[in-house]
């Protein structure tokens, strides 16, 4: 009964959209007479049908006729979802946010923090034009390690003010107190296991920050946090940790760990000779206690899409 609802609500919208589209702006995408055509619809409608119909929800309405013609959309996306993507112009930008939504089932909010952060500019900048189109066409594709790690995270969420000073354990208790967030800003197919996981070598007690079990790689992700630049120490420490998932928590079935060290700062150089021979799962990504330029990261988007 909830989904004919929202379809019958969704089509009504459409046809508004419709009807303002191709009577009132005789067929063109804008008014020529500016937002008067809106603002004097929305009192007429609310004096005849009631709430619901002001000015900018008229607005989305034409919107979603124009980036929607034939009215086709899952019977998963709400009108609310539908307010949020056609904010978005970039039909590509728009289309991934459109698969994320319904394959991940995403809340309205969540589809409007991920939009905010500008995750699909985030993880297209690592990618060729070809990549970047895929993204968009079909959504985040998780087939190897790679495609479940991103350069930088963003964790705006945890309202760490950037300048301020902070300890390590002081981010693992934001991200354990924003635990949802932090999976949805991981991505896909992410479970959590436990924080400071335990293990003894030699009589040498260590603690790995929080470990995670990715469903679709199926293998453990171990991830450390650094709140300054991370070390060359770091990265072997790290290496040490995969090779005792490996060796003494992996089970029949397991893929071999992957290891992700989170740093404020990243020296690509030292990274790059740190991790020469060392085992491939192993990453190093910076994180971001603030929202991204979305428009800067837009940019090089276009870059790449056109490069022959």
Same mark, same amino acid.
């Given at each position: 009964m909830a989904v004919s609802i929202n379809e019958i609500i969704k089509a009504t919208y459409w046809r508004?959209? /419709?009807? !303002?589209?191709?009577?009132? /702006? /005789?067929? &063109?995408?804008?008014?020529?007479?500016?937002?008067?055509?809106?603002? &004097?619809?929305?009192?007429l409608l609310r004096a005849k049908v009631g709430r619901g119909y002001s000015r900018p929800n008229l607005n989305n309405m034409r919107k979603f006729y124009l980036m929607y013609p034939i009215c086709q959309t899952s019977d998963k996306l709400t009108w609310s979802h539908i307010c949020e993507l056609v904010t978005i112009d970039d039909r590509l930008e728009r289309d991934f946010y459109e698969k994320e939504c319904i394959s991940e089932g995403w809340t309205v909010n969540e589809l409007h923090r991920q939009k905010e952060s500008g995750l699909f500019m985030r993880l297209a900048v690592s990618k060729d034009k070809q990549g970047v189109l895929t993204l968009a066409h079909e959504g985040q594709q998780v087939q190897t390690p790679e495609d479940v790690v991103k350069n930088t995270y963003t964790l705006e969420f945890l309202g760490i003010e950037n300048k301020k000073r902070y300890k390590e354990k002081d981010l693992e208790e934001k991200l354990i107190g924003n635990m949802q967030m932090f999976l949805l800003e991981l991505g896909k197919?992410?479970?959590?296991?436990?924080? /400071?996981?335990?293990?003894? !070598?030699? &009589?040498?007690?260590?603690h790995i920050d929080l470990v995670f079990y990715h469903r679709i790689l199926r293998c453990f992700v171990l991830i450390d946090l650094k709140r300054g630049a991370v070390k060359h120490k770091d990265i072997g420490q790290m290496n040490m940790y995969l090779g005792y998932f490996a060796?003494?928590?992996?089970?029949?079935?397991? &893929?071999?760990?992957?290891? !992700? !060290?989170?740093?404020?700062?990243?020296?690509?150089?030292?990274?790059?000779?740190?991790?020469?021979?060392?085992d491939s799962n192993m990453f190093v990504s910076k994180y971001e206690l603030f929202l991204p330029n979305k428009e800067e990261l837009r940019n090089l988007v276009r870059i790449i899409l056109v490069e022959k």
């Open positions: 508004i959209g /419709q009807y !303002i589209v191709e009577f009132e /702006q /005789q067929g &063109n995408a804008k008014a020529k007479y500016g937002t008067s055509l809106l603002s &004097n619809l929305a009192k197919g992410f479970t959590f296991v436990k924080r /400071q996981y335990p293990l003894t !070598i030699n &009589n040498t007690h260590y060796k003494e928590e992996n089970v029949e079935g397991d &893929n071999p760990p992957i290891g !992700i !060290i989170m740093s404020h700062y990243k020296d690509e150089l030292m990274v790059e000779y740190a991790t020469y021979g060392m």
